[in-house]
């Protein structure tokens, strides 16, 4: 068994069925501060940090002086559903058999301290996870590469040693730009085209669809990413 590659996962929508949640709080924090934004919409930007996020929906021209209260409401509403978040269907049984395979797992998530904690718990294969690239260990949020590529160095693997799965668009963009091979689960609620035109790979039901799958996936068949596919998101989003 190998031990020089790395097996990334992004957790909200991926391993643990939370990202439907994050948008009601998310929703009902913004209304509280008089902002009122479409569920949709914050639905495509869950996945960002609370900054990026904001500045998504509501303009990065904006006056930013409530921005905090904003940000503590989402947490607040959000953590009370700590000791009930579900996971998805296999996600520890993904994580233990890739272990089992020889694969270092890490996670990459803007989740950190007591909402980090409660995930790891939902998803009950602490015994396997190496370590966790949470927003505390960053400078910036995915779509930057920071996560991704925090994560790989815990793992001390190389771009071209790791795969990184995730549900959403800055997801996969994250990945591309630090040069690891980019995989997606639907289960985060964004369509496939979506994922695709941001540069998944491939794109799994969820992650008992992946492990179902694992041999004839990247975890089985490596090949990196498109470096014609890294040139040109680069050119078209800007180094982060």
């Given at each position: 068994m190998t031990t020089n590659r790395a097996a990334i996962f992004d957790v909200d929508g991926?391993?643990?069925?939370?990202?439907?949640?994050?948008?009601?709080?998310?929703?009902?924090?913004?209304?509280?501060?008089?902002?009122h934004v479409p569920m949709r919409e914050i639905h495509r930007a869950v996945g960002?940090?609370?900054?990026?996020?904001?500045?998504?929906?509501?303009?990065?021209?904006?006056?930013t002086d409530g921005d905090e209260q904003v940000v503590a409401a989402h947490h607040a509403l959000y953590a009370t559903y700590f000791e009930r978040l579900p996971a998805l269907d296999a996600a520890g049984d993904l994580l233990r058999t890739l272990a089992g395979r020889g694969w270092k797992v890490v996670l990459a998530t803007s989740a950190s301290g007591?909402?980090?904690?409660?995930?790891?718990?939902?998803?009950?294969?602490?015994?396997?996870i190496l370590g966790a690239a949470s927003a505390d260990d960053v400078?910036?949020?995915?779509?930057?590469p920071d996560p991704v590529r925090q994560a790989r160095e815990l793992a001390g693997v190389p771009s071209e040693g790791a795969v990184f799965v995730g549900d959403t668009v800055w997801d996969m963009e994250?990945?591309?730009?630090?040069?690891?091979?980019?995989?997606?689960?639907?289960?985060?609620?964004?369509?496939?085209?979506?994922?695709?035109g941001?540069?998944?790979?491939?794109?799994?039901?969820?992650p008992a669809?992946?492990?179902?799958?694992?041999?004839?996936?990247?975890?089985?068949?490596?090949?990196?990413?498109?470096?014609?596919?890294?040139?040109?998101?680069?050119?078209?989003?800007?180094?982060?």
């Open positions: 991926t391993l643990v069925d939370t990202n439907h949640l994050h948008v009601v709080t998310w929703w009902e924090a913004l209304r509280q501060a008089g902002h960002l940090s609370g900054g990026d996020l904001l500045d998504h929906l509501l303009g990065d021209d904006r006056a007591a909402e980090l904690s409660a995930l790891r718990r939902a998803i009950g294969a602490d015994e396997v400078g910036q949020g995915k779509p930057a994250a990945a591309l730009r630090d040069g690891v091979t980019p995989l997606a689960v639907l289960s985060g609620g964004i369509p496939r085209a979506d994922l695709e941001a540069g998944a790979q491939a794109v799994y039901r969820d669809d992946l492990l179902g799958s694992l041999d004839a996936s990247a975890f089985a068949d490596w090949k990196r990413p498109d470096p014609a596919a890294v040139r040109a998101l680069r050119g078209l989003r800007g180094q982060r």
